[in-house]
């Protein structure tokens, strides 16, 4: 069966200070992968959407980046945080096969910048 | 890519059938319609997929009119443990873009 895995589960970081979040997917090949953002309580953001290795599509303008070293593996990743980039990201993967839109979702990383 | 529009919030009590209405107007000819369901503090979670017509689990009917234009979710008899937030989705390019939401509360 396949899981994702994603880590840490809660991280406080100060303004200004790198970040590297992982997630992996195991039990599948060639997933879709993305990276969520989700402030307040409400409203998935996408950043980031990958449908292969190196294949990446930034969503939205931040100073956030993402990469997809392995198949199973996408990484988000900043040089310095903001205050403002304090939320719950979750990361996900899809089989990507039309017509299915399932997406399977991590445990996600509750990010507090201070 | 097709913009969906829910409403932000309903209320209702327990035993309940709730029907939550998407409004979908761009939708793509091959595109098929999702909802997912999230908990507080987790992910969201897939609840049910179609395109055309009715499709039931046993979670939940989805209900797309013939313009499929729009999509209802039912929920049958609704429990305090269905309060929760629920998106509809139709594909945009193959990606999954979450709305809003509409905020279920169940109450006693």
């Not at chain 1, 899981?3 to 992996?24: D, F, K, R």
């Not at chain 2, 395109?51 to 429990?79: C, G, M, Q, W």
Request: proline share 7%.
């Amino acid at each position: 069966s396949q899981t994702i895995h994603q880590w840490p589960a809660t991280l406080v970081q100060p303004v200004g200070s790198p970040l590297s979040l992982e997630c992996t997917v195991e039990g599948t090949s060639n997933p879709n992968l993305y990276w969520y953002r989700q402030a307040a309580g409400r409203g998935l953001q996408l950043l980031f959407y990958s449908v292969g290795i190196g294949q990446i599509s930034s969503e939205v303008p931040q100073n956030l980046s993402a990469s997809r070293p392995q198949d199973r593996q996408f990484i988000l990743s900043s040089k310095k945080l903001l205050l403002s980039d304090s939320g719950f990201y979750l990361c996900a993967w899809s089989a990507g096969v039309w017509p299915s839109t399932e997406a399977f979702f991590g445990q996600g990383t509750r990010l507090t910048v201070v | 890519l097709a913009k969906t529009t829910q409403p932000i919030s309903m209320d209702s009590y327990e035993g309940q059938e709730v029907n939550i209405t998407c409004s979908h107007n761009n939708i793509a000819t091959n595109d098929y319609i999702t909802w997912y369901q999230q908990f507080p503090s987790q992910g969201p979670r897939f609840i049910i997929q179609g395109y055309k017509t009715k499709v039931t689990n046993e979670v939940a009917s989805l209900f797309i009119p013939a313009d499929r234009k729009s999509s209802t979710l039912s929920l049958p008899r609704v429990s305090l443990s269905d309060t929760a937030v629920y998106y509809c989705l139709p594909p945009q390019g193959g990606k999954l873009i979450f709305g809003q939401g509409t905020e279920l509360s169940v109450k006693p």
